[in-house]
């Protein structure tokens, strides 16, 4: 009893959002603490989901012809200051390097903390006609900002991994396109693959990227009433080209500066991941994105050993011959309970269960970690139950998360009502004049929540902002994030 108690969550998902979500990532060996501050090591458990985020964003950009590149990590200071807005929206959090061993550098050198600057600068030298257009790059990379918040694991650290995809176009209307392309296969990616609903709408003015001429944003809700930015994607304009002098020279002998897009995608969604799926056991990892998506636990006793661990493997064999991603967990030295509650702990979606009596019987028991639902199956049907099971698994995840979505989502029409729905941990739709002074006002007596997006999705918005009474423009959501 001793490793079971040491092995599992020793708080509810309800009672404690916040040391549930510590534990989770210690005890499911997703992550280990470095010395330093701020940062985390991503291990195998946690790292294989990143893989195979990234694999599944990297078919999709790439069947779209946009092309993968590296570019450094160091970005000079004037380089980075070029573009005003975009070096003030990040100066606070930018990490400087100002010496080489004993030797101060004669100009300090930025670590990325996005990469428009030191693309850009290659970008004026690449383009010189509308031939070279569009320009569709993208790079995985880390980026680093010094946040001197609280640090929690994945959703807010000094370094963290993402995707960033850059593109230069000839047209503003091309550009536009991009921007809601690459939105939406967000929207796909973040649905299909890691089975959470988003709302898909603009940023405002106050809350766009540094730079931009505006920004578009899915957001996701979380269990603990927080809202979280899942990823982005930016109309840049001509800002950056005007400052980098990225021109082309057009069909009609003009020449021209080019219309740019940013959109990035990062490893916060593995927290997203944990916090929307898991529950009092541990880790639920969605089938699609799951490193190991079958644990084959053979009950094993002295007398029977030899069959049962064959027939494992030749289970095993079967479901890898359908690209399934199968252990069989054929340790002596733990008990099957034991290593049920490691794997209920780590998100295994699957877990088959074989024992002498089903040998006997030419069954097998699957036990999905979504429902903990026990399904006794006929050897032969093995294949089929499987393919139908973690589907439906997917499926169950992405509708219950669902439902917690549009539950959370709260129409209101006053600010009394607005700040009672942040109070209660829902996501307030309201009616909203836009205004930047209106904005802070509600992050000020709204327990910090800051306007989420204005939503694709709009019905008519015919009536007074829910702070000044003024005229609306949209409707808007606003919550509190990380």
């Not at 396109?177 to 649905?191: A, G, H, N, R, S």
């Amino acid at each position: 009893m001793e490793q079971k108690e040491e092995l599992g969550l020793t708080v509810k998902k309800s009672e404690d959002f916040n040391e549930w979500y510590n534990q989770v990532v210690l005890k499911a060996d997703l992550i280990d603490y470095s010395s330093v501050s701020g940062c985390i090591v991503f291990k195998p458990n946690s790292y294989a989901i990143w893989e195979r985020i990234q694999k599944a964003f990297d078919d999709k950009i790439k069947r779209s012809g946009h092309k993968n590149c590296y570019f450094p990590m160091f970005i000079p200071e004037s380089l980075l200051k070029k573009e005003a807005e975009h070096i003030e929206g990040f100066s606070p959090e930018v990490a400087w390097v100002t010496k080489a061993g004993n030797t101060e550098l004669s100009e300090k050198l930025a670590i990325r903390p996005t990469s428009e600057t030191v693309m850009y600068e290659s970008y004026a030298k690449w383009i010189r006609s509308w031939r070279d257009l569009p320009l569709l790059l993208n790079q995985w990379n880390s980026v680093v900002r010094w946040e001197f918040k609280h640090a929690k694991p994945f959703l807010r650290t000094r370094e963290f991994l993402w995707q960033e995809g850059h593109t230069a176009h000839a047209t503003k209307e091309d550009a536009e396109k991009e921007v809601m392309q690459q939105l939406f296969e967000y929207v796909d990616l973040i649905e299909s693959h890691m089975a959470i609903p988003v709302v898909a709408g603009k940023k405002t003015d106050k809350e766009k990227f540094a730079g931009a001429d505006y920004t578009t944003t899915v957001e996701a809700f979380m269990p603990d009433g927080k809202a979280l930015q899942m990823g982005t994607s930016h109309l840049l304009g001509q800002n950056f080209a005007k400052v980098f002098g990225i021109k082309f020279l057009d069909k009609d002998e003009k020449e021209k500066f080019v219309w740019q897009t940013s959109w990035g995608l990062s490893t916060r969604t593995i927290g997203a991941i944990i916090m929307a799926h898991g529950d009092d056991k541990g880790l639920v990892i969605p089938p699609r994105l799951a490193p190991t998506q079958i644990v084959i636990v053979p009950i094993i006793f002295k007398e029977n050993k030899e069959a049962i661990i064959a027939k494992s493997k030749e289970i095993a064999k079967k479901l890898r011959a359908k690209n399934y991603s199968v252990e069989i967990d054929d340790r002596e030295s733990y008990t099957p309970g034991w290593k049920f509650n490691e794997w209920e702990l780590k998100g295994i979606p699957l877990r088959i269960e074989i024992g002498p009596k089903d040998i006997e019987a030419d069954q097998l028991v699957l036990v999905r970690r979504d429902t903990n639902e026990k399904i006794t199956i006929k050897a032969k049907d093995l294949e089929k139950k499987t393919e139908q099971t973690l589907e439906d698994i997917q499926n169950n995840l992405f509708k219950k998360a669902k439902e917690y979505l549009t539950k959370s989502i709260v129409e209101v029409h006053n600010f009394n009502d607005l700040l009672e729905a942040i109070k209660s941990k829902k996501m307030p739709k309201a009616l909203f004049c836009g205004q930047i002074s209106c904005e802070d006002a509600i992050k000020g007596k709204a327990e910090g929540a800051t306007c989420r997006c204005i939503p694709f999705e709009q019905k008519l918005a015919k009536g007074k902002c829910v702070q000044c009474g003024s005229e609306a423009k949209y409707w808007a959501v606003f919550g509190k994030g990380y």
